[in-house]
DNA sequence: CAACTCATGTAAATGGTTACATGATTCG
DNA sequence: CGAATCATGTAACCATTTACATGAGTTG
């Protein structure tokens, strides 16, 4: 149940619209958490039905901005406190290493060389990122910044990994 | 749709029963992928429908060993050759890493530190698995071994990463 | 005024989790 | 003979994706 609190999280920097927060998983929390916009929309919804959130102000073409509430906040702090992470880890290109034995050896090869350089290129992206978003102070910038140095560190091991399994693969 | 093909690649090594097959998404696919019970015999149902795993044999209290068809092999080289690995990157540990400004600095990093801790602990984890796992010569055990590594390099890398994150948190 | 962006929502389908339900065989 | 393990399946629920549907305001 992350999404909720990934619209908690994002309504604590400032209150925003779900067109806003659908560009927010767009941009600031690609890579981390991904929605969709009618998951967003539902979300939405549902907190603010609960009490979590309120609608803090409309504009034009039927735009609502939504505030977090006391106890949409209190909510949030349950969850980073008290709610164990939950890993359920799942990779679609990892899965595929176990099966690389029903490719030959030059398609296996191609297929983690091709990792390879995808990774490269996120890593490329990550570090362009990084110089053109115009960082701010608040909260979520900063704590962001550690988020993209994993992404950064992820990248760069990922590419090595891929470049010293393929060369594991019998000649 | 990555769960129908890591059962039709688990059935590559030899045939299995729902059961077998549990087992070995508890055990060489964990960290990779997960699957429930309900959903391995769903699964294995639906495979048979489409004539991609077949009853190879039966045995006590209603044993069902399902073998891969020809078929079956040809949609599992499909995918690994022609479809694009999904990469729909969803963490909850990271995600809350962005939220640590609602914490005080004590327990942002606690948060991170524990993070340290359950990632040393998971290296330990694999290299302890690594060496009482008596590894094959079957493709399975050996590209399992790649993906073995693969975890331990994450591990490594997401342990230095909290440490270093800790330390980022202003004083 | 046409194209683009902003803006919200619903419906159907798929994928995944949890809980329920049952029973046979083996091992100590 | 009791406990553990082997073995299969269904039902209800929750989360996620894709597709549909609509329209207001802005910009060139």
Known sequence: MSLRHAV????????ASGYDLMKLFETSLAHVWSATQSQVYGELGKLADGGLVEVSAEGPRGRKEYAITEAGRSELHRWLTEVEPVRTRRSDSLLRVFFLGEL???EAKTYLLTEAERSAQQLAG???????????????????????????????????WARWAAEQLAP
Do not use: C
Request: glycine content about 8%.
């Open 8 to 15: 908690l999280g994002l309504l604590t920097n400032r209150p």
């Open 104 to 106: 030959t050896r030059v």
């Open 126 to 160: 990550l570090k362009e990122a990084e110089s053109a978003i115009d960082w701010g102070d608040d909260p979520i910038s900063v704590h962001g910044r550690l988020a993209l140095e994993y992404g950064k560190r992820l990248s760069a091991m990922h590419e090595e």
